[in-house]
């Protein structure tokens, strides 16, 4: 369920059938932004991105994989600058 305006937006894009906004959607539910962190709903957005043909899906699946928790810290550092 998404609780902040950014999450709403990104929802109604992923409805609306932008495959960037997968990415997007993604992110913030792995993070927790603006919605309750879900990494399972996080990945299958990524993978569905993926199969559309957007290759940040293909980073954030791997950094999810291979380095748990970095993703995240990317995130927050990025908001905080």
């Known amino acids: 369920r998404a609780h902040s305006a950014l ?4 929802v ?4 609306a059938g932008h495959a960037k906004a997968m990415v997007n959607l993604g992110i913030l539910l792995y993070t927790g932004t603006g919605v309750e962190k879900d990494a399972a ?3 299958e957005l990524w993978r569905a991105a993926l199969e559309e043909g957007v ?3 293909d980073f954030c699946l791997k950094n999810m994989e291979e380095r748990p928790g970095e ?3 990317m995130f927050e550092n990025h908001q905080q600058s």
């Open 41 to 43: 709903a996080a990945a």
């Open 12 to 15: 109604d894009a992923v409805d």
């Open 71 to 73: 993703l995240t810290n």
């Open 7 to 10: 999450a709403r937006r990104a």
């Open 55 to 57: 290759q940040q899906a």
